[in-house]
């Protein structure tokens, strides 16, 4: 069974061309540095979603190898972190299935303990 992280912002107006070149700036910086190329990275849906009022819409496949779950999560919430804010007055929706994944204004969506250390380096253990 596989796990997958869902991302979308709705906003009743349209991304103007400065938030689009902002977008694609986010999504390249993502793919240049992502770490891993057998796995699922970044993902944004063509035309935004298909929701009303939702202008960006993605999702990403969660890795099966224990040890790429973590690296690939911080990355991927990162470059949405950075999608967010290139948004302003957007509403998001970040969730990993049925899990929300919280909002920190100065630290951007992540998951309690997913910055821990000691817990990335047992994940590699698996």
């Known amino acids: 069974m596989s796990v997958s992280l869902y ?3 709705f906003r009743a107006t349209p991304m103007t061309a ?3 070149a902002a977008v694609e700036r986010v999504v390249a910086a993502h793919r240049a540095s992502f770490p891993y190329d057998d796995e699922e990275s970044l993902c944004l849906y063509d035309g935004g979603g298909s929701e009303p009022d939702e202008i960006v819409a993605g999702s990403t496949k969660m890795p099966f190898d224990p040890g790429h779950v973590l690296p690939v999560l911080t990355h991927v919430l990162n470059s ?12 998001w929706r970040v ?11 100065t ?20």
């Open 7 to 9: 991302y979308s912002a």
């Open 95 to 105: 969730h990993m299935d049925d899990l929300d994944v919280p909002w920190h204004e």
């Open 107 to 126: 630290g951007g969506y992540a998951l309690p303990g997913m910055d821990d250390p000691e817990l990335a380096e047992a994940m590699k253990d698996l």
């Open 18 to 20: 400065d938030e689009t």
């Open 80 to 91: 949405v972190t950075g999608l967010r804010r290139a948004l302003p007055g957007a509403r």
